[in-house]
C-alpha cells in the first residue's frame, strides 16, 4: 500500500524555493514503520515469481512486511 505524505503542489513549492535559493535537495525513505511488527493473525502470501519454489506453496509471514495492510494494527 502507498500512503503519499505530500501534495503535489507542495513538493512543487520545495522545488521552486530549493532552485531558487540555490539549494540541494535529500530525498529519504522511511521504510521501517511496520516492519518487522508482530501480527495478530495468520497471514499467508504466494511465492515471489523471483524464488524457484512451486505455485503449489504459499509463505507464512512471522512478522509484518513493507507494504500489508496488517502491518499497520499492530
Not at 513538493?11 to 511496520?34: G, M, P, R, S, W
Amino acid at each position: 500500500m502507498f500512503a503519499p505524505v505530500a501534495r503535489f503542489l507542495s513538493l512543487y513549492t520545495v522545488f521552486t524555493l530549493a532552485a531558487e535559493h540555490n539549494l540541494e535537495v535529500y530525498q529519504i525513505d522511511v521504510k521501517a514503520t511496520y516492519l518487522n511488527a508482530n501480527l495478530k493473525e495468520d497471514l499467508y502470501m504466494k511465492v515471489p515469481p523471483s524464488f524457484n519454489i512451486s505455485d503449489r506453496y504459499v509463505l507464512k509471514l512471522k512478522k509484518g512486511i513493507y507494504g500489508i495492510r496488517q502491518g499497520r494494527h499492530v
